[in-house]
């Protein structure tokens, strides 16, 4: 059973990674930290800088309630580029487990 999420809606945005501000930086650690034992800051910042976009997902205020890091991939296989894409880190904030606004935001 998922537990009721939070009224408020998250708004998902695509960001690159070099864009994201400290702040921002600050907040998903913030989240990591509350999803994951033993995540260092630095390992996070690391795991991080080695992904190319993020999918920031935002509360009416503005505030980061949750993200996931991506990098794109291409790999050549019989003549042809393929690319893929991998989710790295991934949390949302309990409030708002059950929303979709993470899963649209992959489809796109």
Do not use: N
Request: aromatic residues 10%; proline residues 1%; charged residues 20%.
């Amino acid at each position: 059973m998922f537990r009721q999420s939070s009224r408020q809606s998250l708004k998902a945005s695509f960001v690159a990674v070099g864009l994201l501000t400290a702040a921002d930086r600050a907040r998903m650690f913030e989240l990591m930290q509350s999803a994951y034992d033993e995540v260092t800051e630095q390992q996070f910042l690391t795991d991080l800088a080695h992904k190319d976009i993020v999918i920031v997902l935002r509360d009416q205020a503005l505030t980061i309630q949750g993200f996931s890091t991506l990098v794109s991939l291409r790999v050549q296989l019989d003549g042809k580029t393929l690319r893929g894409i991998f989710s790295g880190d991934t949390v949302i904030a309990e409030p708002f487990w059950g929303q979709r606004a993470l899963g649209k935001a992959f489809l796109r």
